[in-house]
C-alpha cells in the first residue's frame, strides 16, 4: 500500500508547517507527516519552508538573514506564527514518523546530537553528501531520505546510507523507482509535481502506486487519503 505523507503537514487546510497542520495530518491518518529546518541569523532552529520570507511575509530577506524575533515579527504582522525546533519537539506527541526536511547542507554535530536524542520519531531528510553523513551517525538508514537535488545522484545517496530516496514526480518519465530499485535495498518516494504545484491528485497517487513507489508526499493529504480508502473498498 503507497504511504501518504503529508507535506509540510496538512497544509492544505490548515496553516503549514505548524504543530497543528502536522498533528491534524497524523491524526487523520497520514503514514508520516513533513516539515522543513532552518536556522535563523542567531542560531535558532526553525520550521520554515522556503528560501525566503517573500511569499508568507512579503518582504525578500531569508532565515538566515534575520534573528528568530525579526522572523517571528515579520510572520506575525501577515497573520502567522513561527514553530521552532525545539517547540515542534516538545509539543509532537504523535507515534506518526516526522520527516524533518533538513534545509542546510552542513548541519554541525550539535544539531544531529538534538535530533538523536529528541523523542520525536523524526526521519531526516539531506539534501547533500555532508548532511547525509551527519545524520547517519545519528539515525539508522531507514530513517534517513534523500532529497536528492538531481536523480542522477541516486547511487551515491544509496552508496552513503540513505534508506529512502526521493524521486521528483517530472522525474519519472527519465527514472522509475523500478530502476532505482536495481541499486537500492531500501524504500523510494515520490515529491507530487504537476501543474505547478505539490498538492497532488488522484491521477498522480495511481501514477506513482502503478510504478511501484513506496510512498507519496503530497501537500493535500485529505484528498489522498479519500483516494486510499476509495481504492481500498474497490480491491
Do not use: C, W
Given at each position: 500500500m503507497l504511504k501518504l505523507i503529508a507535506h509540510r503537514g496538512a497544509s492544505k487546510v490548515r496553516p503549514e508547517n505548524t504543530l497543528e497542520s502536522l498533528c491534524y495530518a497524523a491524526q487523520i491518518g497520514a503514514d508520516a507527516v513533513e516539515c522543513d529546518v532552518r536556522p535563523t541569523k542567531d542560531g535558532k532552529y526553525v520550521i520554515f519552508h522556503?528560501?525566503?520570507?517573500?511569499?508568507?511575509?512579503?518582504?525578500?530577506?531569508?532565515?538566515?538573514?534575520?534573528?528568530?524575533?525579526?522572523?517571528?515579527?515579520a510572520l506575525a504582522k501577515a497573520g502567522r506564527g513561527l514553530l521552532t525546533l525545539d517547540e515542534l519537539?516538545?509539543?509532537?506527541?504523535?507515534?506518526?514518523?516526522?520527516?524533518?526536511?533538513?534545509?542546510?547542507?552542513?548541519?554541525?554535530?550539535?544539531?544531529?546530537?538534538?535530533?538523536g536524542r529528541a523523542p520525536v520519531d523524526f526521519i531526516c531528510g539531506v539534501q547533500s553528501a555532508a548532511a547525509l553523513s551527519t545524520m547517519r551517525r545519528v539515525r539508522p538508514a531507514?530513517?534517513?531520505?534523500?532529497?536528492?537535488?538531481?536523480?542522477?545522484q541516486y547511487r551515491a545517496f544509496s552508496e552513503g546510507g540513505a534508506g529512502i530516496l526521493r524521486l521528483w514526480q517530472q522525474w519519472l518519465g527519465e527514472i522509475t523507482p523500478e530502476e532505482v530499485r536495481r541499486g537500492h535495498r531500501g524504500e523510494v518516494w515520490i515529491m507530487a509535481w504537476k501543474n505547478d504545484t505539490m498538492d497532488g491528485d488522484e491521477e498522480s497517487l495511481e501514477l506513482a502506486e502503478r510504478l511501484g513507489a513506496d510512498g507519496m508526499l503530497l501537500n493535500d493529504i485529505e484528498l489522498g487519503l479519500r483516494w486510499r480508502a476509495s481504492h481500498v473498498e474497490t480491491r
Open positions: 522556503d528560501g525566503n520570507l517573500a511569499r508568507l511575509a512579503g518582504i525578500p530577506q531569508t532565515a538566515e538573514e534575520l534573528t528568530y524575533e525579526e522572523m517571528k515579527a519537539i516538545d509539543g509532537y506527541r504523535e507515534r506518526v514518523p516526522v520527516l524533518l526536511h533538513i534545509k542546510m547542507n552542513e548541519p554541525d554535530e550539535a544539531f544531529a546530537e538534538k535530533i531507514e530513517r534517513i531520505l534523500a532529497f536528492m537535488p538531481s536523480k542522477e
